[in-house]
């Protein structure tokens, strides 16, 4: 049916899904580009050539300059799936358009997109409280102006905007007001924008897990104008389906350079860092001689490469269940994005939330420093050690970081335990804290790869595991074995009798 969302793989809290539309189904996470009806500077053939089969393009200017006569799919083609969006923007932009919320909806339903907006009204980054309630009680009132025309319309997928800007309280009531009207098949968070081009994105960050958190899992999430490259495999961590954004072209009129880490400017590039059919045939000094028009247009191109291939990685990161690595090493290309990775770490909780207890791609885990640590399968394990019941009134530990894996066939550990059977066994490791050896052969227990040189901090943080591991388990006795060479040697100072 349209409208159907159908989750296919998940890691984190992202996925990749089937979003099911009148022009075919359409896998997520997915980047809608946002294509100017009276001035394209990307050709609809170009965009297919970089892999787009959809765009999202404006109906209040479509409508405002008579550009149809009739659906939009007669005037663009069969096979794209086509978003619109309603004048928001413009509004953000340039104040209030003469259009209303119901012409321009009416006018919607009359050229047939995919996907449709209703004329809601963008908080933007206001610092006016009032101002921002305005906006969400606006918006929510619009919503339920034009249900009727929603509910005689089924094979358009309709959009509820989510607004509330930096209030993230109005913001969680927009989402879960939103959320109660079924016949909206879609959400979308409306403002980012402005943040992201303040880099605020820890602010990004909040609101997105806001709006996320307090709607249903299974309603496909959009983030509008979220669009560039560095901030895509954070937002889908999170939980974002669709993005849209003209930055790819916005950003080469002003010869701006997308890369996955960062913009460039073009005259400040001796090389192309990148081997699309654009930077292929050009060098940057060429491209910098073309006439403008044609600059332009081979920098948006190279843009959209740029953003499809960030897509695709993170869905295949998705696929790896690699997708917290993936964050992690983005987020040390901007302290901008270092805040934004650790934003997000503040949601661990959530993540682990969502994120599959079995995957079937992952090898093993790549853990690097502290940050590693709030990987939801560590929470997981610091939460099974919680719970975990002494078998024995007596415990072994042993240091566990030169040991092979997994720990229970390690010659070391068969003979340990065969001396003492008396006692329960548990192997101290870096990251994880304690490890049941019974349990080592469980994923992701034996399967991880560790530096040689482990940071102070990851050190001091599984020490307080430990002890917190074994304080309520009443222990009446605890002997370490094979400390004295461990990076946790430490440990033997954690006071037997607790
Ligand atoms: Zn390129």
Redesign the pocket.
């Known amino acids: 049916m349209i409208g159907d969302f159908e989750v296919k793989d998940e890691d984190l809290a992202g996925r990749i899904g089937i979003l099911e539309t009148k022009h075919g189904k359409l896998e997520t996470p997915v980047f809608f580009p946002v294509i100017n009806p009276l001035k394209q500077e990307v050709f609809l053939e170009e965009l297919k050539a970089v892999g787009f089969n959809n765009f999202i393009t404006n109906s209040f200017i479509l409508k405002k300059n008579n550009i149809l006569q009739g659906t939009i799919h007669e005037k663009f083609g069969d096979n794209f799936v086509i978003m619109t969006d309603s004048g928001a923007y413009q509004i953000l932009e340039y104040g209030e358009i003469e259009q209303t919320n119901r012409d321009i909806v009416s006018f919607e339903a009359k050229i047939r997109p995919d996907i449709a907006v209703f004329l809601d009204i963008p908080t933007g980054n206001t610092d006016d409280r009032e101002e921002a309630k305005f906006s969400v009680e606006m918006t929510l009132e619009r919503g339920k102006e034009i249900a009727d025309i929603v509910d005689q319309n089924e094979d358009i997928i309709w959009v509820h905007p989510i607004q509330g800007g930096q209030f993230l309280d109005l913001v969680e009531y927009s989402a879960r007001e939103a959320n109660k009207r079924t016949n909206y098949k879609m959400l979308a968070l409306g403002s980012p924008t402005v943040f992201m081009e303040k880099y605020k994105y820890d602010t990004l960050v909040d609101m997105i897990y806001t709006a996320k958190s307090s709607v249903s899992r299974g309603v496909p999430f959009h983030l509008f104008g979220g669009g560039v490259p560095h901030i895509i495999p954070f937002a889908v961590a999170l939980g974002v389906d669709s993005f849209d954004s003209a930055s790819y072209a916005i950003f080469a009129r002003d010869n701006r350079y997308l890369t996955s880490e960062r913009t460039y400017r073009l005259e400040d590039l001796e090389y192309?860092p990148?081997?699309?059919?654009?930077?292929?045939r050009y060098d940057p000094s060429e491209l910098l001689e073309m006439k403008s028009e044609e600059r332009y247009k081979l920098l948006a191109i190279?843009n959209l490469?740029?953003i499809r291939e960030e897509v695709n990685r993170v869905k295949q990161a998705i696929k790896e269940g690699r997708l917290f690595e993936y964050i992690q090493q983005k987020a040390y290309s901007h302290p901008a994005l270092y805040s934004a990775f650790k934003s997000i770490l503040k949601y661990s909780s959530y993540l682990e939330k969502y994120d599959p207890r079995v995957k079937g791609n992952v090898k093993g885990l790549l853990l690097f420093d502290h940050n590693s640590m709030n990987r939801p399968e560590l929470l997981r394990h610091s939460e099974f050690m919680a719970n975990l019941k002494p078998k024995r009134n007596k415990v072994i530990i042993i240091c566990g970081d030169k040991l092979g894996s997994p720990f229970i066939s390690d010659p070391k550990v068969k003979s340990i335990q065969g001396r003492n059977r008396d006692y329960d066994t548990f192997v101290a490791l870096p990251f994880y804290g304690l490890v049941p050896v019974m349990a080592s052969e469980a994923f992701p227990l034996s399967q991880f790869e560790i530096p040689d040189i482990i940071d102070d901090t990851t050190l001091n943080e599984t020490i307080l595991k430990i002890k917190e591991t074994l304080r309520n388990k009443n222990y009446a006795e605890i002997k370490f074995m094979e400390c004295e060479k461990s990076v946790l040697s430490h440990i033997m100072s954690i006071n037997p009798t607790l």
């Not at 990148?274 to 292929?280: A, E, R």
């Open positions: 192309f990148c081997s699309c059919p654009v930077c292929s190279h490469w740029k």
